[in-house]
């Protein structure tokens, strides 16, 4: 029997495991899949990590030991795939030893996010070597590998420019960047700043067409404005769109929400199952790293009140919905308090400023905030817990 299991060895798991251990929980182990722990970071070479939790700043591998340092002695099993998790903590393991029931008293899903490869994208065109993602690229640069000379980067998002500082560290100039949008996904100005301190243009309005090439990436057809051109290249890097890694929820049972496609959670970070708790990525894509590191502590924070018996009753548990305008909140479900506020993460369907508007079941007016809303990027509403007191259901509007 555990006190904690955590599923994922990233900043989400470990800074999980951190504050567990520093609040005195000693019978904690942490579970990874792959052969070592700290996550994406790990793979980039780029500064930009551990402010959050740290307060220093690090490129991705320093910062990866740096998790790993931080969780003491509590055990990191890696290469031990979790199989399935059944109510009253009971988790399914795949070890060396072969299959394995454990059972804890909470456990912690934190296994991240995934990209989109090229297959689920319908690109079209030849099948050559020099075709990857960002994460696989990072991996090989890190381990000396330089898989071409000149690619380009499909996507603008953060993890895009995340891309450009890891082809700069290993000696690779991107031929542009393509943005499907009209303007990039990240904040400007990184479109700037890669078209000057990398030079490397960003294609707007621009879509990838086909990938051509024998053996090898040759080149790429491009439509930008409605006339198509083949641009010349040696690799493909197709970057973001990413979708939470809730493969593991999913065969457990734990319901998923459809506008996430992560775990469905309530304020304390409690799914459905409310042994289980999920924190990071694997809520929804996709936040950076020392966003997953907060989140992994607030949850370990949670967890500690669970340990306690201090958690509100999941029967109480207030649902939210989304409206108009609304593609995905969360978390999904929140408790009404004397003490204390909720943040809603919301994610909208178009860019412009509106009010984000919380209704309750009677139609008064919870709370209300004016945004400027850009395309793919999550807004945040702060509410005071005391505001849900004799709500039933809340509803998020943007209107």
């Known amino acids: 029997m555990y006190e904690a299991l ?8 470990l800074n999980a495991a951190r504050v567990l251990r520093k609040n005195g929980v000693k019978n904690i182990a942490v579970l990874e899949r792959t052969g070592d722990a700290g996550g994406l970071p ?6 930009g990590f551990g402010m959050m939790d740290f307060r220093r700043v690090w490129r991705g591998p320093r910062y990866a030991r740096a998790l790993v340092e931080s969780v003491g002695e509590t055990p990191i099993l890696t290469d031990t795939i979790v199989t399935g998790i059944e109510p009253g903590g009971i988790v399914h393991v795949a070890t060396e030893r072969g299959l394995e029931s454990w059972q804890a008293r909470t456990v912690l899903l934190a296994t991240g996010t995934r990209e989109t490869p090229r297959g689920p994208r319908l690109v079209s065109g030849t099948r050559p070597w020099g075709v990857t993602t960002t994460g696989a690229f990072q991996e090989m640069v890190m381990k000396g590998l330089t898989p071409f000379r000149r ?3 499909i996507g603008s998002e953060l993890v895009s420019f995340s891309a450009l500082m890891t082809a700069r560290h290993g000696g690779v100039q991107p031929v542009a960047m393509i943005e499907e949008n009209a303007r990039i996904t990240a904040q400007r100005p990184a479109d700037v700043l890669a078209r000057m301190i990398y030079g490397t243009p960003v294609l707007l309005d621009t879509r990838l067409v086909a990938i051509r090439g024998g053996e090898k990436v040759e080149g790429v057809e491009i439509e930008q404005n409605g006339t198509r051109r083949v641009l010349d290249c040696d690799g493909v890097v197709f970057t973001g769109h990413f979708v939470p890694d809730a493969i593991l929820a999913r065969l457990s049972g734990i319901p998923l929400d459809a506008g996430t496609h992560g775990p469905m959670i309530d304020s304390t970070f409690r799914t459905l199952d409310p042994n289980v708790f ?9 936040e950076h790293s ?3 590191a907060r989140e992994g502590q607030s949850a370990a924070d949670m967890m500690l009140r669970a340990l306690a018996g201090r958690l509100p009753d999941a029967g109480r548990a207030i649902p939210v919905t989304c409206g108009e305008g609304v593609n995905s909140v969360w978390p999904q479900r929140v408790y009404a308090a004397e003490h204390g506020r909720v943040v809603l993460h919301v994610s909208v369907e178009c860019a412009g ?5 919380l209704s309750c079941d009677d139609g ?7 945004v400027r809303s850009l395309f793919r990027h999550r807004l945040e509403l702060p509410v005071a817990a005391s505001l849900f007191a004799g709500v039933a259901t809340l509803r998020l509007d943007l209107v």
């Not at 955590?6 to 798991?13: L, N, T």
């Not at 790990?42 to 500064?47: K, V």
């Not at 400023?353 to 508007?357: E, F, K, P, T, V």
């Open 151 to 153: 690619p380009v980067i």
């Open 364 to 370: 008064r007016i919870v709370a209300e905030r004016r």
């Open 42 to 47: 790990r793979y980039c070479g780029h500064t």
């Open 290 to 292: 020392g966003m997953a």
């Open 6 to 13: 955590i599923v994922g060895a990233g900043p989400a798991g």
């Open 278 to 286: 999920a924190a990071g990525n694997v809520l929804r894509a996709v």
């Open 353 to 357: 400023q509106d009010m984000l508007r």
